[in-house]
Structure formats: C-alpha cells, structure tokens
C-alpha cells in the first residue's frame, strides 16, 4: 500500500483584536468612570501611562462621554463605552448614545461651544457617526496608537 502525503488546511482560531466594552450611567460620574477604565485597559495592553498617546486617547474619551451625557441622554439609559485596538495599529474609540436622532454638529469655525468635537478632530486620524439599531447613534473616533494627533 503506497502512502500518499495529503495536505489539510487546519483552520487556525481567528486572532481577535483586543476589546473592551462597557456600559455606563449617563452622569458626569459615569464619564468620568469610563475615562479611567479607559486609561486603565490601555495601561494593561501595554501604553505606558505617562504617554502623549494614552493622554489623546483619554482626552478623545473624555470629550465623546461627556457628550454622550450632555447632548445623547434619556432618562434611565446609559451609554456604552468601546475600544479596540485595530490591525492598523489605532485605537478605535466608540461611544454609544440612545438619542440617535441627534448628532453632532462639528464645525471647525464655531465660534461659541463647540470646543470638544475640535479637539476630537484634531487628535483624531478620523472620526464619524454612525447609527445604531434601532434609535441610537454610534460617535467613534480613532487615534494613532503611535503618532498621537497625527493624519
Ligand atoms: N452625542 C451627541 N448627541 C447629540 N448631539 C451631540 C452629541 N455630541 C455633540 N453633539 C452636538 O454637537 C455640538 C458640538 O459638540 P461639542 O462637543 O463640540 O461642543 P459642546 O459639547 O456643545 O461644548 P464643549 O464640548 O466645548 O463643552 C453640541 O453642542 C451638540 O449640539
Ligand atoms: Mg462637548
């Protein structure tokens, strides 16, 4: 009986990007949590603390959650915290807010309030809305994991 060598494809497990997600009251206290968890899962995926890139990303945080709270509540609702480290080397920032029918409005020549959404477009590769079934709404942004604030 001659042997013949066959060759199977053994399907390898799907390397899945590092995730966080986390639900949060949609209070100022809540914002606040979800700034320092953020800080906290980044330090554990290996941003050194004292880093310009870990500032942006919390910064980015800060202003998407604090919007979330400010302009996306309703009453006895949260939002939704995500983060992931994409094959590209960014952060990808995702905040999720129930009011998906009110979006931001960012524009770079406002002159009253507005000072958030700035900051997020200038630390940001790119940032977007996007809706999520069935009523709420999705602002992502995401950040050079090595060039903070760069295109
Ligand atoms: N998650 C959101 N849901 C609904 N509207 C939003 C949301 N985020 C932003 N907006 C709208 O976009 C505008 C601009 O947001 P931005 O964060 O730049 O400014 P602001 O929150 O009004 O003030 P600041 O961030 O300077 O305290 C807001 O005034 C609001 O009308
Ligand atoms: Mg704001």
Redesign the pocket.
């Known amino acids: 009986m001659t042997s013949e060598s066959v060759e199977i494809e053994i399907p390898q497990p799907a390397t899945s990007a590092p995730q966080f997600t986390q639900l949060f009251s949609a209070t100022r206290r809540g914002a606040r949590l979800a700034r320092l968890l953020a800080v906290e899962q980044l330090v554990a995926w290996g941003w050194p603390r004292d880093s310009e890139r870990i500032d942006a990303a919390a910064l980015v945080v800060a202003?998407?959650t604090?919007?979330?709270v400010?302009?996306?509540r309703l009453d006895g609702r949260g939002f939704r915290l995500g983060l992931a480290l994409l094959p590209s080397g960014r952060l990808r920032i995702e905040?999720t807010?129930p009011?998906g029918e009110?979006?931001?409005?960012?524009?770079p020549e406002?002159v009253e309030?507005?000072?958030?959404?700035?900051?997020?477009d200038a630390l940001a590769v790119q940032w977007g809305v996007d809706t999520y079934p069935p009523s709420a709404?999705t602002?992502w942004a995401e950040v050079s994991a090595t060039r903070p604030g760069s295109r």
């Open positions: 202003e998407l604090a919007n979330a400010l302009h996306g905040v807010d009011r009110r979006r931001p409005t960012a524009s406002a309030g507005g000072r958030g959404l700035i900051i997020v709404k602002v």
